[in-house]
């Protein structure tokens, strides 16, 4: 994606010499140009860069490298007192100089990926309008969406890639959080450059700020966002389609992730925008596949087969339902006929079983149980309970994506061990707070019925020790999936992102998992998921795959893949944006 025309941005456009080296044709200079993330690399300009662009005297005298400036700025996140002081911190430095921001990140994936993402982001989301500081992305609103088009080229990059837009309607466990949500989509692309390789010059965060719901905000002075009700009906949708319409005239080749809409409008935008630019919905699609991949992992280390399984979804909001409809395709593509997947998972609502002809939401109509599943079980209602599924289905595996604390009691629990010798138990929900069981409660509780949980959480968890053995809690984060499957999508520049890209994301990862982590000698030793430290290997791994299996089905338009189809590892490596100071040369303005 080099020496494109216009240039990528009216500050500068990336250039290759005659010796095929990068280099950065930049249209401002002095003190403009020291204002501008994109271009700044503070103390590390050269004496030579400093008085041709016009700001020698500006900067402190001493040069210093890159790797330098990492280690003072570690140095200063680490005297930080909280997770959110810290957050604070990364973020003035993205505000202040882009590319620092990425090779500190990158440098510290591990560390700080929690910090500018789950749980932490949780916070900044919620505290989004008195932390504010600097503009970044764009805002629609009702009361501007008629300037769309005018809006969308505000934004200084001329080649977007890769939107992620929300609503904030639910965002991870804590639900509306009305123009907050932006911290959001400003985190997943954070993810999208450190992780997958994605350059920043080619993103966009987006807030549709479609009003809030929550009283306490829309009366709160110091609130940032739109103080009225939110829109619904066909005035929400409205709104929605002009933001496509500009998008789609501005940036052609643009991809949308919709993240963190609520259950009743998740699946209606996802399907009505799929199908016309290239979209996915990450809480449907991504969690559904990381989930499936954590399965596939887990089935392995137990030695059995994923459709030998009988599985329980606790959570019918959009991810939980997108985590059905994933796994179910899943076992479809291991075997089972459609009717037989259904029939062996059991998705909760608050309500207890959803069963077809009872639960009244649509949306939950492909993963509806049949009524005649538990026609022969003891029950004391209409539909069954949490408690009656586990123990007349004799589930061997539980999901929780609730958002509910501690809903994974020890009798919950103790029952699932009663099923299996080896229950596989995933509490995804996030921030932290809202996991439904610990990983230690889980792991203690099934110990003292004889059975050996295998568990994996949506938030970090440290290492648990039982009996003289350390069990790694493998985190099902869905920063595995989306880096990876987006940066294929915007190689490949497909058209539509298809159910079977999803699918092969998500055994890309379970391939990924079992060759780096599982013994070569023993399939029944190893982790659910990889360590966060090998985010970018495992993206650009499922990038490989992914930009495979769009070459077999023939839905990638980028002619430049096609020519390269039998080195897609070059082709990857060529379009990864490195977080490196390139040499400045200073033009006027073209």
């Known amino acids: 994606m080099t020496n494109m025309h216009p240039p990528l941005s009216p500050f500068f456009d990336l250039k290759t010499d005659d010796n095929q080296q990068k280099y950065l044709e ?48 570690y140095k200063g996140f680490s005297e930080q007192a909280s997770d959110i002081d810290k957050y604070q911190f990364l ?43 600097s503009p970044r992305g764009l805002t629609f609103t009702e009361d501007n969406i008629s300037r769309a088009e005018n ?57 549709l700020d479609v009003g809030t719901d929550r009283e306490d905000l829309r009366q709160d002075s110091g609130y940032l966002g739109i103080q009225k009700k939110r829109l619904t009906g066909d005035a929400y949708f409205k709104m929605i389609d002009q933001f496509v319409d500009a998008v789609e005239k501005r940036w052609p080749k643009a991809i949308i992730q919709w993240e963190d809409f609520a259950k009743d409008v998740s699946f209606a935008v996802l399907e009505r925008y799929r199908n016309r630019i290239p979209s996915f919905n990450d ?96 029950i004391d209602a209409e539909i069954p309970t949490l408690a009656e599924v586990i123990k007349n289905s004799k589930a061997t595996i539980m999901l929780g994506l609730t958002g509910i604390s501690g809903l994974f009691t020890q009798s919950l629990i103790e029952a699932m061990a009663d099923n299996s010798q080896k229950p596989i138990i995933f509490p995804l929900s996030n921030p932290t707070s809202n996991v439904e069981a610990t990983p230690e409660d889980i792991f203690n509780w099934c110990h003292g019925k004889g059975s050996e949980a295998i568990v994996a959480s949506g938030s970090p968890f440290p290492d648990i020790t039982l009996a003289g053995k350390k069990h790694t809690i493998g985190q099902g984060n869905n920063a595995f999936i989306f880096p990876g499957l987006g940066f294929a999508s915007v190689l490949g520049e497909c058209k539509l992102i298809t159910d079977s890209m999803i699918i092969e994301s998500a055994y890309a990862l379970a391939d990924y998992t079992a060759d780096h982590y599982f013994q070569e000698d023993n399939s029944q030793e ?24 769009m070459l077999k089905e023939q839905i990638a338009t980028n002619p430049e893949l096609e020519k390269h189809k039998d080195n897609l590892d070059t082709f990857i490596q060529d379009n990864i944006w490195q977080a490196q100071y390139l040499p400045y040369k200073f033009k006027m303005n073209p």
């Not at 005297?57 to 790797?67: A, C, E, I, S, Y």
């Not at 973020?91 to 990926?113: G, K, P």
């Not at 190893?526 to 299996?549: E, M």
């Open 283 to 378: 809480d449907i699609q991504g969690t559904g596949a990381v989930v499936l991949a954590g399965l596939l992992s887990a089935c392995k280390l137990k030695g059995e087969a994923l459709v030998d399984q009988r599985i329980i979804v606790v959570g019918a909001g959009a991810g939980g339902v997108g985590v059905a409809k994933v796994i179910q395709d899943g076992l479809v593509h291991e075997g089972l006929s459609r009717e037989q997947a259904r029939r062996q998972m059991y998705i909760m609502d608050e309500f207890g079983l959803v069963v077809e002809g009872i639960s009244p939401d649509a949306y939950k109509k492909p993963i509806m149980q049949f009524k005649d599943s538990y026609k022969n079980w003891q």
């Open 526 to 549: 190893g982790t659910i998921y990889p360590p966060i430290s090998a985010l970018q290997d495992v993206s650009l791994y499922i990038t490989k795959r992914v930009l495979a299996l």
């Open 151 to 207: 809006i969308v080229n505000n934004y200084p990059w001329n080649d977007v890639r890769m939107i992620v837009a929300t609503d904030s309607s639910a965002i991870l466990g804590i639900g509306d959080q009305g123009h907050g949500g932006l911290a959001i989509s400003i985190g997943k692309l954070s993810l999208y450059t450190a992780g997958g390789g994605l350059s920043p010059f080619n993103t966009l965060a987006v807030n």
């Open 91 to 133: 973020r003035a430095v993205q505000e202040r100089n882009e590319v620092l921001f990425y090779a500190l990140l990158s440098a510290h994936i591990e560390e700080m990926m929690p910090i500018i993402y789950t749980p932490t982001v949780g916070k900044a989301v919620q505290k989004y309008s008195s932390l504010y500081r």
């Open 26 to 73: 930049v249209y401002c200079s002095g003190f403009q140009l020291l204002r501008l993330a994109a271009l700044n690399k503070g103390t590390a300009f050269t004496e030579n860069e400093r008085q041709a662009l016009n700001f020698d005297g500006l900067l402190p005298p001493r040069v210093v490298t890159q790797d330098e400036q990492v280690i003072r700025l």
